[in-house]
């Protein structure tokens, strides 16, 4: 599985990013894709989560109303809308691949869970 980011960039706050993933090596329908992020000298922490199957969708209480996460089957991409952005979001932003059976929304919040990483991708926010 490879997963490849982009999309990262520096704006002003209350401004918007669309973060891509672009996921290859197999089928990923069996498959739950997730964004993390972790800012300089902190833990990586859950952003979003959506299942390849259904395209059910989790997301952080501290992004929701402003982060949408999303997924084209033909592209095999997966997209992370940022709007109404805050300095606070300034992060490395990481996309990252988990086989969904049996994994709950709350036990994919958790990085252990995911066993496939991109590299990351810097989003930068201005005050």
């Known amino acids: 599985v490879q997963l490849q980011a982009s999309g990262g960039g520096l704006v002003q706050a209350g401004g918007s990013l669309r973060l891509s993933c672009a996921a290859s090596g197999r089928t990923f329908s069996s498959y739950v894709m997730g964004w993390f992020r972790q800012a300089p000298g902190k833990g990586r922490e859950f952003v979003a989560a959506?299942?390849?199957?259904?395209?059910?969708?989790n997301h952080a209480d501290s992004v929701k109303g402003r982060f949408t996460i999303s997924r084209d089957n033909a592209k095999n991409t997966v997209y992370l809308q940022m709007n109404s952005l805050k300095p606070e979001d300034t992060a490395a932003y990481y996309c990252a691949a988990a086989i969904s059976s049996g994994s709950t929304w709350r036990d994919l919040t958790h990085r252990q869970v995911y066993g496939y990483w991109g590299q990351g991708t810097q989003v930068t926010v201005s005050s």
């Open positions: 959506i299942r390849w199957s259904g395209g059910s969708t």
